[in-house]
């Protein structure tokens, strides 16, 4: 899908050039644009790399695992009766925490094991509310430390890269909350039944990923 999307954006960035006659112009930026996306991906590697080495720590110390224990009690009223089922738990509060703590190889693998859990909890109809509510809480996740973000800014010269991180917490804080809310107050309106889109979808993806065995 993202190939395509990209293929239509050249394909318009080629045809508005070509209209407004500065085709010349959008030509001589595609050699531009990778030259600085090249120099931009080596700037922020070293930090990057030190900042996932500081997270792997946090993982390899267990204070990962305890952060998900005390996790699991926050979590368990968000997916009501799949969190009497403690594998599911476990793996929900484990992703959760990964994202948390910015691991993201580590929080990937989680996430489609916990996604598994819920669906096969569901009885593998339609899309579940557990596991769409997981699907939120991973795309809109608190991050403790926006270390991609702030490579960036440290590439291109910010004195304090990380003098973001209080506004980072408050407007992720506040994308949690409110996806929740809205997905609750807009459930009744969207309810899905054992047929449709959704339950075709959600039946593709985790099939995909078993296939692939990123799901033990």
Known sequence: MLSVIWTVFLCMALLCGAVT????EVTAAVPTGASEAITLAISITGLMCFWSGVMELLQASGLAERLSRLMAPVLRPLFGSASQDKQAM????ANVT????????AATPLGLRASERLYVLAGRRGAPDTVLTLIVLNATSIQ??????????AACGAHAPFDIMLPVWGASAASVAAVLLSSKLLRPFFRMGNSGTGKCALQVVLSHMKSKKFVE
Do not use: D, Q
């Not at 476990?90 to 509060?93: H, K, L, P, T």
């Not at 990964?98 to 190889?105: F, R, T, Y």
């Not at 403790?144 to 800014?153: D, E, K, Y």
């Open 21 to 24: 006659g500065r085709l010349a």
């Open 144 to 153: 403790l430390i926006p270390s991609t973000v702030a490579a960036v800014r």
């Open 90 to 93: 476990e793996a929900v509060s």
């Open 98 to 105: 990964a994202n948390l703590l910015g691991l993201s190889n």
